[in-house]
């Protein structure tokens, strides 16, 4: 039996992305309850989302799952660039760097909770080509804000993102339900602004092969 160059190629890539989303679903089990049916939902393009209850009582985290246009070095720079969050991130309005691996970001809540801002420790770390990233507030306005993010390849220019966030207010302000349901519409957007930016992050790539005029 004799396989092109291609085609091995190409049974590689399938055996990367399951692998990627099996994973996922490993490290969330209760993510989904048919790993064919999130399978197929990422790669028409879907934001896969859902809630994960934590160990200790109050909102659920939000936690979405999809596959971006874009290799994970691209991905895990447009997510580690917290400075440019104001740029491209819906509900942000400022964002500082205090020194390469911390940060004070200002956001604007919807009604009934209130404008905020973290100060944020900021991790990074690469293992067997996955891009991970994790954040925790150290001070801020909130009772508690964290977040992680994992960035898989998907072939030679696409990558598996899966990108959760806690942020708990102050007491009071607002039913955990109603909080938990915001987690999720958080992270579905802005799973689709990394999307939109790393979009144009490739467009202003030089293509493979190209050549660029000399001055």
């Known amino acids: 039996l004799v396989v092109s160059k291609q085609e091995d190629k190409m049974n590689a890539y399938r055996c990367l992305f399951t692998f990627a989303v099996v994973s996922l679903l490993l490290a969330a089990p209760a993510a989904a309850s048919d790993s064919k049916e999130l399978l197929a939902k990422i790669r028409t393009g879907k934001v896969v989302v859902h809630s994960i209850v934590n160990k200790k009582s109050g909102p659920k985290t939000g936690r979405a799952i999809a596959v971006v246009d874009a290799p994970p070095e691209v991905v895990a720079q447009i997510i580690g660039e917290i400075d440019r969050y104001p740029e491209f991130v819906p509900r942000c309005t400022d964002s500082r760097k205090v020194d390469p691996s ?3 970001v200002f956001t604007r809540l919807p009604w ?12 990074r770390r690469n293992q067997d080509g996955m891009r991970h990233l994790s954040w925790k507030m150290i001070n801020g306005t909130l009772r508690r804000y964290e977040g992680m993010a994992w960035v898989q390849p998907l072939g030679e220019s696409r990558s598996v993102l899966t990108y959760q966030m806690l942020a708990v207010p102050v007491a009071g302000l607002a039913p955990d339900s109603l909080i938990t349901r915001g987690l999720r519409n958080a992270v579905k957007a802005m799973v689709k602004a990394v999307r939109k930016r790393a979009a144009k992050v490739m467009a202003q790539r030089p293509a493979p092969g190209a050549r660029v005029a000399s001055k």
């Open 112 to 123: 009934p909770l209130k404008d905020t801002w973290a100060y944020i420790q900021l991790e």
């Open 102 to 104: 911390r940060f004070v």
